[in-house]
């Protein structure tokens, strides 16, 4: 396969997990087959906690997000079909290409790290928002 940004020929790599990608040795993109971006998320292999205790800039990194894929046209390096942009789960502020026939994902330099923050924060908000039922519901049954 060929990368969608400069078409270099891909490169297959373990990132981590034993999960096998598709990465582009010039840019620093990389391509993942349906279930790879799942089966990272499910692990956690790196340390993210400098980037967690950063406050983002919110603004800041929607105005990026906005602007980060205009006028850029990826083709998918499997089908060759036009990829389209999109925002990773409504909410992560993290602009990945999907492809809609076959369902892999191309994520530019640095958006892997990105979403594996992402990852972790969502988390840690998880355990944050169990424990604070935990005690509310044992307050209220004291």
Same mark, same amino acid.
Not at 23 to 27: D, E, I, L, R, S
Not at 122 to 126: F, G, K, Q
């Given at each position: 396969m060929r990368c969608p940004v400069d078409k270099t020929e891909l490169w297959s790599k373990i990132y981590e997990a034993d999960i096998r990608v598709d990465?582009?040795?010039?840019?620093g993109g990389m391509w993942l087959d349906p279930g790879e971006l799942e089966g990272i998320q499910e692990t956690k292999e790196r340390d993210y906690s400098e980037e967690l205790a950063r406050m983002p800039d919110l603004g @800041?990194?929607? @105005?990026?997000?906005?602007? +980060?894929? $205009?006028?850029r046209t990826l083709y998918c390096?499997?089908?060759?079909?036009?990829?389209?942009?999109?925002? @990773?789960?409504?909410? #992560? +502020? $993290?602009?990945?290409? $999907?492809?809609?026939?076959?369902h892999g994902i191309w994520l530019d330099k640095g958006e892997i790290e990105a979403l594996e923050t992402f990852f972790e924060r #969502?988390?840690?908000?998880?355990r944050n928002i169990r424990q604070v039922f935990l005690v509310s519901l044992r307050s209220v049954f004291k």
């Open positions: 990465a582009c040795p010039a840019c @800041y990194n929607a @105005y990026k997000l906005a602007r +980060q894929k $205009v006028g390096p499997k089908c060759n079909i036009e990829m389209e942009a999109r925002e @990773y789960a409504r909410c #992560s +502020q $993290v602009m990945i290409d $999907v492809c809609p026939e076959c #969502s988390r840690l908000e998880a």
